[in-house]
């Protein structure tokens, strides 16, 4: 109830001018309620080959661009259907070219056999 009530008034002083008695109380809601939904929903990274298909998609790419950026045609193909794990430096160079931080890419995730 608390949540919803905070979520309410923040809605109707979100534009509140930062200097004004209202803006403050925003900002201080907004540092709330942030805190609450990391603790009571947080969000979990995608694994490391779903977060790079979801890049490809947003940018529009295929598999044979990312020919060079992690190996060969055959190596990118075993690599986004989880045959092959992704090495240091097929994170280095997707970090680079898909813009996805190395924390995520880095993460551990189950092959298929």
Do not use: H
């Not at 970090?95 to 995520?104: D, G, Q, R, T, W």
Request: proline share 4%; hydrophobic share 40%.
């Amino acid at each position: 109830n608390e949540y919803d009530t905070a979520l309410e008034r923040f809605n109707l002083i979100f534009d509140a001018d930062p200097k004004t008695k209202d803006g403050q109380e925003a900002e201080l809601l907004a540092l709330l309620i942030e805190e609450y939904e990391e603790t009571n929903y947080p969000i979990d990274t995608p694994d490391p080959i779903k977060a790079i298909r979801i890049r490809m998609e947003e940018l529009e790419l295929k598999q044979k661009d990312l020919v060079g950026v992690i190996g060969s045609k055959s190596i990118v193909s075993e690599v986004l259907n989880k045959k092959r794990t992704l090495t240091v430096n097929m994170i280095r160079n997707l970090s680079e070219k898909l813009k996805i931080a190395a924390k995520v890419l880095i993460q551990e995730y189950d092959l298929q056999r």
